[in-house]
């Protein structure tokens, strides 16, 4: 009667903790990526793309930066509290040489009561977690971009951008990658031939912009 007790507890704990995984957010996506991971094991000191949907949905990303070795790992609709969350698997594994991160947009439009401070703090967060782990890495924040259907949030993303800019601007072997201005039209509208239909994710011509601002700042092989 002890060994089936101690049986159904072990059981007990064991579906706890599935629930509990299942149950955190992009849990599927991250699994994901561990497992193409152990069927095929990524090259170590490549350059990192992680973030959120815009780096996701990058799919042929590599061909724009023709001779680099190139990691993506961009997920879901992440914010920079699921990268924190998640560094241990699609971070730190893959022993980078430089990381180029995209993420704060979300946290910003999430709601209105959400400050630029908040999201600037926790970019420090997920940097210093970065450089307790890889000190010596390279990295690049690629500023938040305007989207059109985020209008109303665009004054905390200068505001977080400026505030970030100056941050790294403090740190050793860090760029800031300033893509908002190169967005907007002189008039400071947005630029909507950038996007596809949903003003939110970029089109091919946005992600060339990209390309332009980002190539200088990557590593050599």
């Not at 007790?5 to 007990?12: I, P, Q």
């Not at 350059?47 to 949905?57: D, E, P, Q, T, V």
């Not at 977690?129 to 200068?158: A, E, F, G, Q, T």
């Amino acid at each position: 009667m002890l060994l089936n007790a101690k049986k159904y507890f072990l059981f007990c704990l064991l579906l706890l903790a599935n629930l509990f995984l299942q149950a955190q957010p992009f849990a599927d996506e991250i699994a994901a990526f561990k497992k193409a991971d152990s069927l095929q094991p990524p090259p170590k000191h490549a350059i990192l793309f992680a973030g959120s949907s815009s780096f996701r949905l990058w799919k042929n990303l590599s061909d724009y930066f023709p001779g680099k070795t190139i990691i993506n790992r961009g997920f879901g609709g992440s914010s920079i509290p699921d990268m924190i969350r998640y560094a241990n698997d699609i971070i730190f594994p893959y022993q980078p040489q430089q990381i180029v991160i995209y993420c704060g947009e979300n946290d910003l439009s999430a709601n209105d009561t959400i400050q630029a401070s908040t999201t600037v703090e926790h970019f420090k967060t997920l940097f210093q977690l970065i450089r307790s782990n890889l000190p010596d890495v390279s990295v690049v924040y690629v500023s938040i971009k305007p989207s059109p259907v985020r209008r109303k949030y665009w004054h905390k993303m200068r505001q977080a951008n400026l505030a970030i800019k100056r941050y790294l601007r403090k740190q050793h072997n860090t760029a800031f990658a300033d893509i908002y201005g190169t967005m907007l039209n002189d008039d400071g509208s947005a630029r909507t031939e950038l996007y596809i239909n949903d003003q939110l994710h970029m089109n091919e011509s946005g992600y060339k912009i990209w390309q332009k601002i980002i190539s200088p700042y990557l590593k050599n092989e």
